[in-house]
Nanobody, 122 residues
Framework: VQLQASGGGSVQAGGYLRLSCAAS????????MGWFRQAPGKERELVAA????????YNAESARGRFTTARDNSKNMAYLHMNNLKPEDTAVYYC????????????????WGQGTLVTVSS
């Protein structure tokens, strides 16, 4: 499976962005989808995830109440809606898929795409 994240950009604090992840080269429908981010000097963090069926979902505490995930299996697409963005959300965001049984566990994901940069200014 090949993944490509897009939709990053520069926004001011309080703003909104929608990231998209396009999957190709395999069956996307049976995989959980995770959104990760990595800021300079920090470890990669799982911020949100969604199972193959759309439920359950996972949100890291840092994203709870602000980020939501969605997927359209018919289009092999997934989305990350990011509201009320903060400067600390600045990072490269990646989408990943995997067949692990815990959508909130990093170990569940084993196919990664290229990232997209999100920059939030204060």
């Amino acid at each position: 499976v090949q993944l490509q994240a897009s939709g990053g950009g520069s926004v001011q604090a309080g703003g909104y962005l929608r990231l998209s992840c396009a999957a190709s080269g395999g069956s996307f429908v049976s995989y959980s989808m995770g959104w990760f981010r990595q800021a300079p000097g920090k470890e990669r963090e799982l911020v949100a995830a969604i199972s193959w069926s759309g439920s359950p979902t996972y949100n890291a505490e840092s994203a709870r109440g602000r980020f939501t995930t969605a997927r359209d299996n018919s289009k092999n697409m997934a989305y990350l809606h990011m509201n009320n963005l903060k400067p600390e959300d600045t990072a490269v965001y990646y989408c990943a898929v995997g067949s692990g049984d815990n959508v909130g566990a990093i170990r569940s994901y084993n196919y990664w795409g290229q990232g997209t940069l999100v920059t939030v200014s204060s």
